[in-house]
């Protein structure tokens, strides 16, 4: 099962939701985000939010669409996108994908990346992905990974989200790795790229923002 989200972030910075579309595949809508799913011909099994950015109108048409919502007051204690995104985890699914979250208040958009955090660390064992139509982004603990060369989004960034990362190994990479440690702040792993079809990167400790973008 795969559960993509989709919130109200600018329409302009969505990639092609139809690429996303699928048997196994369950839309989640969060507030204006519903209304941009219905727009699109997907229809969302439950939608998250207090709609205070959606008009009446449009709201009367979610509801029209949508057979059960979670409706919140404005005034809470987490957002509308941690309220969807732990029922996603609750339902234990291989793989959530995270639309429209990015651009516009960057307030939004650094809450939603460390929304990601609280799954890994309770090892939740489901991949989080935060999309968009340049970047992929994704948190990742302790261990190894192979990553697959992708046309479209040539360069790979590896951003400390901990003091340290240690033992940081990039093999197949333009700028290769062999054990360092990288620390908070600094900007060595960004704009690296694959030389052949795939590679691997590993370390020991921390926690790794990886973003995989296009110009």
Known sequence: MHINILAGGPDELL???????GESEIWVGVDRGVYTLIQKKIT?????????SVTEEELTIIEEHVMEMKRFKPEKN??????ALNWAVEQKPELIRI???????????LANVQLMFKPLVEAA?????LIDKQNILSLKGPGSYKINK?????????????????GLTLD?????LNNRHIYIGSTLCISNELISDN?????????????????
């Open 99 to 109: 639309f429209g979250a990015t651009g516009g208040r960057l307030d939004h958009l």
């Open 15 to 21: 990639p092609n939701l139809n690429e996303y579309k």
């Open 125 to 129: 064992n489901v991949n989080i992905f």
């Open 78 to 83: 987490e957002t509308d996108m941690e309220l």
């Open 172 to 176: 197949g990479f333009k700028y290769p």
């Open 44 to 52: 969302p099994m439950i939608a998250f939010g207090d709609f205070d």
């Open 199 to 215: 590679g691997t990167f590993s370390f020991s400790e921390g926690i790794l923002l990886v973003i995989r973008s296009n110009d």
């Open 150 to 166: 992708r046309l479209d989004k040539k360069y790979i960034s590896f951003i400390p989200l901990t003091l340290e990362v240690k």
